[in-house]
């Protein structure tokens, strides 16, 4: 199930599966893909606010469900933050091929679109983080209109700490959110896949505590080669702390590792196909098929 490249006037759903927003940053997000060409669409409640959640479960999972099933040509998120996995199990499977587009808390929602209806997805802006960027609503843009949108987005790493080449699908996303879905239906699969990997405001203890569960649960068996995005520690993007841990815990993988591509938890973060396919290959990331064919 592969989407369609979207167009000029088309309809852009936005939901709120997850954390709370700020409404400001929303609504300029809103104005300026309007200003792109493009009509957006989103529920009145999207505003609801609890503590930690965007509103009840049932709220989340019943808009995320309508986003799905109606043919829109894309699906944006409000923004990430936690409350994703709450509302997975309460989703309708009823569902129409779009672009769907997220990151952070979002990585559930697309592992589970990948594992039930093998639908790839972006990795990347969300629209009160990100959206408020020219720059940044330009590439979306590009990315929700152009089939050779990855023709002209280097993804170049700052260092490869294992050397080598590797081919494989693209799957991954928010680290700690990955090793949350280990023992439940939304269970990431990585065996004969590149894995992408980045996170926010995690200290090194627990980066390696979360690689060793990924390893012990045999999730880093079978995969090919491993990119690190953002791990963003105050206004560090890419601390040699977590780089440190990282070579450490991975000095005995058999297949290549690139650190530092802008990716992740960012401003105006690189996309990456959820679903695509890749090669590593030096200290790059050539995504050689996207979303769309």
Known sequence: MRPHPAQPGDLIAIAAPAGPFDRRRFQR????????????????????????????????????????ETPFSALLFARGGYGCQRALPLLKSKIAPKIVMGSSDLTAVLIHLWKKYRMPSYYGPMVAPHLTDPKTVARVVRALTDPDFFDRQPLRAKSALRGGRAWGRLVGGCLSIITSTLGTPWEIETRGCILFLEDTNEEPYAVDRMLTQLDQAGKLKGVKGIVFGTFKQRDVLFPAAIRNVVREKLRTFPGPVLWGIRFGHCKDPLILPFGGEGRIQDNRLVVTRGIFR
């Open 29 to 68: 997000g809103v104005s300026l893909l309007k200003k792109a060409g493009f009509g957006v669409a989103f529920r009145s409640d999207i505003f609801a606010r609890l503590p930690y959640l965007a509103g009840e479960d049932r709220r989340r999972a019943r808009e995320l469900s309508e986003a799905l």
